[in-house]
Nanobody, 127 residues
Framework: QVQLVESGGGLVQAGGSLRLSCAASGRTFSSYVMGWFRQPPGKEREFVAAINWDGHTTYYADSVKGRFTISRDNAETTVYLQMNSLKPEDTAVYYC????????????????????WGQGTQVTVSS
């Protein structure tokens, strides 16, 4: 069982930056692939980024590649999403998720793959 708590959302102007954090409970944090998803207003949840257990493999959605960086600190059982050059279209509720798996693949981009979810944090980017 893993509990996830996101923080760091807020209101920022276009071009600004935010760093989201997701604190996980449990001693097996390093056994999980961690992902970030987002749900824009009136739209379905979409993949943003994922990271494997040791941080050496990362995936990004094309829409955020080069602007967002996912990282993790297994000692602190926390995963981060650094978001730079934010755009109004990045406005969404951001969720972190955990997949109890030792491998990443195309399945890591699907929200149905993930076993545990946080409650979400709102990110609003004004133009």
């Amino acid at each position: 069982q893993v509990q996830l708590v996101e923080s760091g959302g807020g209101l920022v102007q276009a071009g600004g930056s935010l760093r989201l954090s997701c604190a996980a409970s449990g001693r097996t944090f390093s056994s999980y692939v961690m992902g970030w998803f987002r749900q824009p207003p009136g739209k379905e949840r979409e993949f943003v980024a994922a990271i494997n257990w040791d941080g050496h493999t990362t995936y990004y959605a094309d829409s955020v590649k080069g602007r967002f960086t996912i990282s993790r600190d297994n000692a602190e059982t926390t995963v981060y999403l650094q978001m730079n050059s934010l755009k109004p279209e990045d406005t969404a509720v951001y969720y972190c998720a955990a997949d109890y798996s030792d491998s990443m693949g195309s399945h890591s981009l699907r929200h149905a793959t993930y076993d545990y979810w946080g409650q979400g944090t709102q990110v609003t980017v004004s133009s």
